[in-house]
């Protein structure tokens, strides 16, 4: 009965708008200065249709965000809605998401888990008519494509999106056989490297890290590799770091 839902978006207010419908409340200010929402990310939980319902309001999407700004912000995102998010609402506007957007939001979705897209659900918030969309706006139409929960349309006036949200999320979690979205790019990144600098398990932790290669084209031994290093190092032999570095 219990869902965590992540919004993502590049639009503050529509964010807020939509968070606000979720939870059936105003739960998140839409005036918030945007130097605000481009440092934290805010959780708000209620009771919606009978289930405790957990909206963690995001701003992934800002524009000129830093690499460290986006890796911190999807670290924080990935506490609140620990033990991880059951969906991602991904809440663009068809007038306003090019093909740089795409890149983007698979770039933010990627620092989750490459699963991410698989528990993402678009929702369009402005008041384009269907046929419009998916005869002009190719980039928002092959998104939709690759996101495991498809498209919804936002909706005031008809708040049935809602419960065909939760139902989705229902399904994905079904089809996935997952109780939640893992993202274990925070939660067991730097464990992994840790382990393959000390030698433990090694057998086991090169079994995995070629199966993580396979993936390095979608960023996913990439950005390990990278959380590893500016995040979790603490106390490294320097030789010992420069010696994995060069032979991975």
């Excluded at 524009?63 to 663009?92: F, M, T, W």
């Excluded at 932790?205 to 500016?230: M, N």
Aim: aromatic fraction near 10%.
């Amino acid at each position: 009965s219990d869902l965590r839902i992540v919004l993502i978006g590049k639009n503050g207010s529509e964010n807020s708008r939509v968070g606000n419908t979720i939870l059936h409340t105003k739960a998140f200010d839409s005036d918030v200065p945007s130097s605000y929402l481009q440092q934290h990310s805010e959780r708000i939980s209620g009771a919606v249709e009978g289930r405790h319902i957990t909206v963690i309001n995001t701003h992934l999407l800002q524009p000129n965000l830093s690499y460290y700004q986006i890796k911190d912000g999807v670290r924080e995102c990935v506490s609140l809605s620990a033990p991880g998010p059951h969906v991602i609402a991904l809440i663009l506007q068809y007038n306003d998401f090019r093909e740089n957007d795409s890149k983007t939001v698979k770039y933010v979705l990627n620092r989750f888990s490459k699963q991410a897209m698989k528990h993402t659900i678009v929702l369009t918030t402005d008041e384009q008519t269907l046929r419009y969309i998916f005869t002009r706006n190719n980039t928002i139409q092959n998104l939709i494509k690759e996101c495991g929960g498809g498209h919804l349309q936002f909706d005031t006036r008809n708040p049935g999106w809602r419960s065909e949200m939760f139902r989705r999320t229902e399904k994905i979690l079904k089809e996935e056989h997952e109780e939640f979205l893992i993202c274990n790019i925070y939660e067991d990144g730097g464990s992994r490297f840790r382990a393959l600098l000390r030698g433990d398990n090694k057998e086991k932790e090169d079994s995995d890290l070629k199966e993580s290669t396979t993936t390095l084209r979608d960023g996913g031994v990439l950005y390990y590799f990278l959380d590893f290093i500016f995040c979790k190092v603490k106390q490294s032999d320097a030789a010992q770091l420069l010696e994995f570095m060069l032979e991975y």
